[in-house]
């Protein structure tokens, strides 16, 4: 496993990631025209790892022409002062760039949203029920499907759940846009009041992580934390790479609903 970070080469030479030139926010037009330079790589990572996950009527050039405005943002925008890695701002830029270029596409048909909202409702009801993460075969039996269709049905909602923990940050914090980097800043100065709210945030999304089945707290872990691919995994773990997607999609509708309930209980 990758546990150093991106591995697929955008990082190599950047891993320092150093805050950027002194006087950052004057660059001279050389130097913006480096740091565009330097890090556009990182903007076809980020969108071969987006479009693993979407079908194939989502064009990957629309992904990397916002992922390319993400960047430039990013450049201009960057602030040494938050204790953040360029590199770590600049992937989070493109990135946001990206699925806002997806929200706005509205890019998944009416129907399979309806059916991502069952299966979600599927677990969320017979989990509550049980108090427990539900078998595959008793969530099948709730919808009334036979345990191969239900399987099927996974594959075809896998797309909609692109959810990302900036997402559960913004939902604790009220915010009307998520906002990752103050998760991501230097613990050793941290604002006292602030930290309550991100330390909680942070506590709610690894002890939701850790209560996913062992299978798909592997998965989560090799496509998240040590990049890996779903083909990449599935090698790892034995199971194809379709398979490797259903239990990606599970643990993300599972999280979801896990973090809905718990941030819809803290606002009650």
């Known amino acids: 496993m990758n546990n150093g970070g991106p591995k697929n080469g955008y990082g190599a030479g950047m891993a320092s990631g150093t805050s950027g030139p002194a006087g950052w926010g004057r660059l001279t037009p050389a130097q913006r025209s480096e740091y565009i330079e330097?890090?556009?790589?990182?903007i076809k990572y980020v969108a071969d790892r987006l479009a693993s996950r979407l079908p194939a009527h989502v064009a990957k050039d629309d992904l990397i022409s916002a992922g390319i405005l993400g960047l430039i943002d990013a450049v201009d925008k960057f602030d040494p002062n938050r204790n953040i890695l360029f590199k770590t701002y600049a992937e989070f830029r493109v990135k946001g760039a990206?699925?806002?270029?997806?929200?706005?596409?509205?890019?998944?048909?009416?129907?399979?949203?309806?059916?991502?909202?069952?299966v979600e409702k599927a677990y969320q009801n017979l989990e509550a029920e049980l108090g427990r993460p539900a078998a595959d075969e008793e969530v099948a039996a709730s919808m009334n499907l036979a345990l191969e269709d239900f399987m099927k049905l996974l594959d075809e909602v896998k797309s909609v759940s692109l959810v990302d923990i900036d997402v559960f940050h913004n939902a604790a914090q009220g915010q009307s846009r998520?906002?990752?980097?103050?998760?991501?800043?230097?613990?050793?100065?941290?604002?006292?009041?602030?930290?309550?709210?991100?330390?909680?945030?942070?506590?709610?999304?690894?002890e939701a992580i850790g209560d996913l089945p062992e299978k798909e707290r592997l998965v989560v872990a090799m496509y998240y934390y040590d990049e890996l691919t779903m083909k990449e995994i599935g090698q790892?773990?034995?199971?194809?790479?379709?398979?490797?997607?259903?239990?990606?999609?599970?643990?993300?509708?599972?999280?979801?609903?896990?973090?809905?309930?718990?941030?819809?209980?803290?606002?009650?």
Not at 38 to 42: E, M, V
Not at 183 to 206: C, H, Q
Request: proline share 5%; hydrophobic share 40%; no cysteine.
């Open 98 to 118: 990206m699925l806002d270029e997806l929200r706005a596409m509205d890019w998944v048909p009416r129907g399979i949203r309806r059916k991502s909202t069952q």
């Open 236 to 268: 790892v773990l034995g199971y194809t790479e379709s398979r490797i997607s259903q239990l990606h999609t599970k643990a993300l509708i599972r999280l979801k609903n896990r973090l809905r309930r718990y941030f819809t209980e803290a606002r009650a």
């Open 38 to 42: 330097k890090y556009s790589p990182l």
């Open 178 to 206: 998520p906002d990752l980097l103050d998760l991501l800043a230097d613990e050793s100065r941290p604002d006292a009041l602030a930290s309550l709210g991100l330390t909680e945030s942070k506590k709610v999304v690894a």
